[in-house]
């Protein structure tokens, strides 16, 4: 768990560092935009804004009840953010595992992907699927009837 918050950390401290600076040397204005900007970054590579991670083996467990997809992602993926967002709310609709949080997670994934830990990895119906396209993904969310 520790991983995953490291880089959201040293950015809010590095961006309130830097604002300190620009605010000490007068530029109000600046030193803010500058904050927004780092504690933007820090947000989008939080895991705070994922839904929240069950292991491997419940996701797999779940998923084969009700056939929904297990999506295997890391705090920082440029890769696993751009999937988060394009599904918006139906995200939740999937399960989701933090490889970093969890070792049998990141096992499943490196057996997908011939030894690599490739996030997103997607599995649907038990077949793996390597960083899909959002839109795909979202189709498996919601099969039409």
Same mark, same amino acid.
């Given at each position: 768990?520790?991983?995953?918050?490291?880089?959201?950390?040293?950015?809010?401290?590095?961006?309130?560092?830097?604002?300190?600076?620009?605010?000490?040397?007068?530029?109000?204005?600046?030193?803010?935009?500058?904050?927004?900007?780092?504690?933007?970054?820090?947000?989008?590579?939080?895991?705070?804004?994922?839904?929240?991670?069950?292991?491997?083996?419940?996701?797999?467990? %779940?998923?084969?009840?009700?056939?929904?997809?297990? +999506?295997?992602?890391?705090?920082?993926?440029?890769?696993?953010?751009?999937?988060?967002?394009?599904?918006?709310?139906?995200?939740?609709?999937?399960?989701?595992?933090?490889?970093? %949080? $969890?070792?049998?997670?990141?096992?499943?994934? %490196?057996?997908?992907? $011939?030894?690599?830990?490739?996030?997103?990895? +997607?599995?649907?119906?038990?077949?793996?699927?390597?960083?899909? $396209?959002?839109?795909?993904?979202?189709?498996?969310?919601?099969?039409?009837?």
């Amino acid at each position: 768990m520790k991983r995953a918050r490291i880089l959201p950390l040293l950015l809010v401290l590095g961006g309130s560092a830097a604002a300190t600076g620009l605010l000490l040397s007068g530029s109000p204005g600046a030193a803010a935009a500058l904050l927004l900007v780092f504690l933007l970054l820090a947000g989008a590579n939080s895991p705070l804004i994922f839904p929240s991670s069950i292991d491997a083996l419940e996701a797999q467990r %779940r998923s084969a009840a009700d056939g929904r997809p297990i +999506v295997f992602w890391r705090p920082g993926c440029p890769y696993c953010l751009r999937l988060r967002i394009r599904l918006g709310r139906s995200a939740r609709q999937a399960y989701w595992v933090d490889i970093w %949080r $969890d070792p049998a997670g990141a096992a499943a994934v %490196r057996a997908a992907n $011939d030894g690599n830990e490739t996030v997103p990895t +997607v599995i649907v119906a038990g077949q793996p699927h390597t960083n899909p $396209d959002p839109a795909w993904v979202r189709e498996r969310l919601f099969p039409s009837a």
